[in-house]
């Protein structure tokens, strides 16, 4: 990474157009260090992806690249990430069992960030109210989650029946946290 930050800065110093190539390198660049998180260290590739966005952010004209990232993501990697989730998930298989493992879970996934958000909010001396408000906030859970899913089915620590509960778990977060948080700012 450090030598990545050098040399593409040397790089990006002496350019003065077609910056469209700094922004290949920076997004191959990314993918590198991806596949290094995952294949040297065992760890998730967005791991790796979030370091290099942490030097690729150091750069000159990061906003720009910035920019260029935030257009392929949104037009490619986005939908094609959420395709994929879609295409793994079996709701056909899910028992009677699975559905009330789901609702169980996605109460629990609301209130224990509400709970648990709410409670560090009221320790950093936050009033009840905005620690309720902060709480709620974070009940929203995203794709994040849905990679740990994947990763843990990929390497076995979770079975792929409980995969589809996962989904709906993010899936109905996703939709309450607004509606919590409109009523928690009606005032």
Known sequence: GFAFYKLYTWWIGRSTKALHRHAIVAFVFCLLMSYIAEVAFGVADITGAFIAGLIVSNVARSEWLQSKFDTISYMVLSPVFF???GLNVNIHGMTQTLIIFTIILCVIAVISKIAGCGFGALLCKYT??????IGAGMVCRGEVALIVAQKGISVGLLS????APVVIMVLVTTLLSPIILKMLFAK
Do not use: D, G, T, Y
């Not at 009840?128 to 408000?133: A, C, G, I, L």
């Not at 792929?160 to 995969?163: K, Q």
């Open 160 to 163: 792929e029946i409980f995969f």
């Open 128 to 133: 009840k109210r905005e620690s309720v408000q």
């Open 83 to 85: 395709a994929s989730i």
